[in-house]
């Protein structure tokens, strides 16, 4: 029973941690319309940035500076925006597709840095050691994956009340004008450019708080946290949830990662030993299905975007 | 070149005409003093400031509002948010005090929700106010975008062909509203193939044709112009 129950605290850890990065995306596509397909590279950088801070030094790798987790998280935040404000500033130009080919490109470069970078990254072995909130009672699995669960469920709601606030606002008026006619809302004095540019760099940072919460929820990091995969479960996750609807957003990514736990344990189950590895492909395809099955029948998602933007009109629904 | 050696000026409280066959160049020359495109010689002045280098975003706050020939509405949105997007100067439309000053952003939401229900009455849209813009017909949105260009208070209007398409009857609901509008100091310059329009509207009309200047003068001065009419029609055979 506690061994379910621990379960299902870690689960809600993984899920959470991605519907934070979700409610980025959302932010970044389902309101300004900006196809980032980088996002495990935001994640990366993040997650990459909390565990240099906050780990202890080892020779021969930078960083190590044994900070709290708080400064990690506040750093990654950071770090991550940065990095954004900088791919924006050099992508955001183009458009759609173009876009989705330039974010495409940067999480390849990210990746290859986190490969083989090894003074900064810890190469392919990657970073272990990285604290754990609640370190001290981790030798009570049950309590110490509750505690886990409720902070990173505080950050996740914390997050959704900021987006939340930023969508309903006149802020998110705008960045919906944008999405809708550019050369409109440019004739009304606002910047296309420059409102992107924001939406980006909130985005990211949120896919950066992401990263580092999920390295310190397991402890240990490596470039395989953050392939490419993770990018479309995040947009799966965004698209089943209902794009432009932050609770959407949440809502998608439990769903899928329900899904993605379900199908492992499935395939646990029902395959030999020797050809799990094989079918964990099969989770990927589910996942798959989902998403057409979703864009087939229910095409806004579960919970689709609202008319009514400002929430100081009323009557909003 | 789509346009060429233009000159024209506009005076506070005045409706200019801007008349001419399909493809004299009055979109473009509408494009150019709104800043969509550079010109490549000559300058814009808005009132006495040289303003052609700036980018289209920038001259909203330096006066110069526009509608399009196409009307282009936030469909999405209701007419109400529509309008308000018009707000210059909006402390909500900027990141941070959505965070940190809410009471701030609430009530210059208040103010600008009061005047875009006044505008949207004023051009007789009050009652579709919370509805979405993609039900209004083409003439309403013509209409919507002037609301939402007045919603930013400018000194000069471009509105492009207000009347194409619209009911007849809305047609003189445009004209009464530009009227009081000029009456209250607005310049608009208004490109328009409705000629009842213009002949009611304005004091002076500039027709173009071919990227150039033709003729100016009152509507009934340039309509009987023979050259106007040729440009219409094109040249008699010989």
Same mark, same amino acid.
């Given at each position: 029973m506690s061994g379910w129950f621990a379960y299902a605290c870690t689960f809600g850890v993984l899920a959470l941690v991605q519907g934070i990065a979700c409610l980025g995306l959302n932010l970044q $596509?389902?309101? !300004?319309?900006l196809f980032n397909v980088g996002v495990a590279a935001f994640m990366s950088i993040g997650a990459y940035t909390s565990a240099l801070v906050t780990t202890a030094a080892i020779d021969g #790798?930078?960083?190590?500076?044994?900070?709290?987790i708080v400064v990690g998280l506040v750093a990654a935040m950071a770090v991550a925006a940065l990095a954004s404000a900088a791919v924006g500033a050099l !992508?955001? #130009?183009? #458009?759609t597709d173009y876009l989705a080919i330039a974010t495409f490109g940067v999480a390849v470069v990210v990746d290859l840095v986190a490969r083989n970078a090894v003074s900064l990254?810890?190469?392919?072995?990657g970073i272990s050691f990285i604290p754990r909130p609640? =370190?001290?009672? =981790?030798?009570?699995p049950v309590p110490f994956a509750f505690a886990t669960f409720v902070l990173v469920a505080l950050l996740a709601f914390g997050a959704y009340l900021v987006l939340e606030r930023l969508a309903t606002s006149p802020w998110g008026r705008v960045l919906r004008a944008i999405r809708e006619d550019e050369r409109a809302a440019a004739s009304l004095g606002k910047s296309g450019a420059w409102y992107r540019l924001q939406a980006f760099t909130v985005g990211g940072a949120l896919m950066g708080l992401a990263g580092a919460l999920e390295a310190h929820a397991i402890g240990f990091l490596s470039?395989?946290?953050?392939? =490419?995969s993770v990018t479309f479960q995040v947009w799966a996750m965004l698209v089943v949830g209902g794009s432009g609807n932050n609770r959407g957003a949440l809502a998608g990514a439990v769903l899928v990662s329900a899904l993605w736990s379900l199908t492992g344990l499935a395939t646990a189950a029902w395959f030999p030993p020797d050809e799990q590895a094989r079918a964990a492909a099969l989770r990927i395809v589910a996942i798959g299905v989902l998403l057409t099955l979703t864009i087939l $029948?229910?095409?806004?998602?579960?919970l689709g975007e609202r008319t009514a933007v400002s929430r100081h009109l009323g009557g909003a629904d | 070149m789509a346009v060429e050696d233009v000159s024209l000026a506009i005076q506070p409280g005045e409706i200019v005409g801007l008349i001419g066959p399909n493809g004299a160049g009055k979109s473009t020359l509408f494009d150019v003093l709104a800043g969509e495109r550079g010109p490549s010689a000559g300058e814009v002045l808005l009132r006495g400031q040289r303003v052609d280098?700036?980018?289209?975003?920038l001259r909203l706050a330096r006066g110069l509002g526009r509608t399009f020939q196409i009307p282009r509405p936030f469909? %999405?949105?209701s007419l109400v948010e529509n309008v308000m997007?018009?707000?210059? %100067?909006?402390?909500?439309?900027?990141?941070?005090p959505n965070l940190l000053a809410g009471r701030r952003v609430a009530s210059a939401e208040r103010i600008a929700l009061e005047r875009a229900l006044g505008i949207l009455d004023f051009l007789d849209l009050g009652p579709l106010a919370?509805?979405? %813009?993609? &039900?209004?017909s083409g003439g309403q949105r013509k209409l919507l975008e002037l609301a939402r260009v007045l919603m930013a208070s400018p000194a000069v209007v471009l509105l492009d062909?207000?009347? %194409?398409? &619209?009911?007849p009857a809305l047609v003189g609901t445009i004209g009464q509203r530009l009227a009081t509008l000029a009456a209250d100091g607005l310049a608009v310059l208004i490109i328009e193939h409705h000629l009842g329009l213009i002949r009611d509207l304005c004091a002076r009309a500039v027709v173009m044709a071919e990227g150039r200047v033709l003729c100016t003068g009152t509507p009934a001065e340039v309509l009987a112009d023979p050259r106007v009419a040729e440009a219409y029609v094109g040249r008699p055979a010989a």
């Amino acid at each position: 029973m506690s061994g379910w129950f621990a379960y299902a605290c870690t689960f809600g850890v993984l899920a959470l941690v991605q519907g934070i990065a979700c409610l980025g995306l959302n932010l970044q $596509w389902g309101q !300004t319309g900006l196809f980032n397909v980088g996002v495990a590279a935001f994640m990366s950088i993040g997650a990459y940035t909390s565990a240099l801070v906050t780990t202890a030094a080892i020779d021969g #790798r930078l960083g190590g500076l044994g900070m709290p987790i708080v400064v990690g998280l506040v750093a990654a935040m950071a770090v991550a925006a940065l990095a954004s404000a900088a791919v924006g500033a050099l !992508t955001l #130009r183009l #458009r759609t597709d173009y876009l989705a080919i330039a974010t495409f490109g940067v999480a390849v470069v990210v990746d290859l840095v986190a490969r083989n970078a090894v003074s900064l990254t810890g190469g392919t072995l990657g970073i272990s050691f990285i604290p754990r909130p609640f =370190a001290s009672f =981790a030798d009570r699995p049950v309590p110490f994956a509750f505690a886990t669960f409720v902070l990173v469920a505080l950050l996740a709601f914390g997050a959704y009340l900021v987006l939340e606030r930023l969508a309903t606002s006149p802020w998110g008026r705008v960045l919906r004008a944008i999405r809708e006619d550019e050369r409109a809302a440019a004739s009304l004095g606002k910047s296309g450019a420059w409102y992107r540019l924001q939406a980006f760099t909130v985005g990211g940072a949120l896919m950066g708080l992401a990263g580092a919460l999920e390295a310190h929820a397991i402890g240990f990091l490596s470039p395989d946290n953050f392939t =490419a995969s993770v990018t479309f479960q995040v947009w799966a996750m965004l698209v089943v949830g209902g794009s432009g609807n932050n609770r959407g957003a949440l809502a998608g990514a439990v769903l899928v990662s329900a899904l993605w736990s379900l199908t492992g344990l499935a395939t646990a189950a029902w395959f030999p030993p020797d050809e799990q590895a094989r079918a964990a492909a099969l989770r990927i395809v589910a996942i798959g299905v989902l998403l057409t099955l979703t864009i087939l $029948w229910r095409p806004r998602g579960l919970l689709g975007e609202r008319t009514a933007v400002s929430r100081h009109l009323g009557g909003a629904d | 070149m789509a346009v060429e050696d233009v000159s024209l000026a506009i005076q506070p409280g005045e409706i200019v005409g801007l008349i001419g066959p399909n493809g004299a160049g009055k979109s473009t020359l509408f494009d150019v003093l709104a800043g969509e495109r550079g010109p490549s010689a000559g300058e814009v002045l808005l009132r006495g400031q040289r303003v052609d280098r700036e980018p289209a975003e920038l001259r909203l706050a330096r006066g110069l509002g526009r509608t399009f020939q196409i009307p282009r509405p936030f469909a %999405a949105l209701s007419l109400v948010e529509n309008v308000m997007l018009g707000a210059r %100067a909006h402390p909500g439309e900027r990141l941070w005090p959505n965070l940190l000053a809410g009471r701030r952003v609430a009530s210059a939401e208040r103010i600008a929700l009061e005047r875009a229900l006044g505008i949207l009455d004023f051009l007789d849209l009050g009652p579709l106010a919370r509805e979405p %813009a993609r &039900v209004l017909s083409g003439g309403q949105r013509k209409l919507l975008e002037l609301a939402r260009v007045l919603m930013a208070s400018p000194a000069v209007v471009l509105l492009d062909e207000p009347a %194409a398409g &619209v009911h007849p009857a809305l047609v003189g609901t445009i004209g009464q509203r530009l009227a009081t509008l000029a009456a209250d100091g607005l310049a608009v310059l208004i490109i328009e193939h409705h000629l009842g329009l213009i002949r009611d509207l304005c004091a002076r009309a500039v027709v173009m044709a071919e990227g150039r200047v033709l003729c100016t003068g009152t509507p009934a001065e340039v309509l009987a112009d023979p050259r106007v009419a040729e440009a219409y029609v094109g040249r008699p055979a010989a």
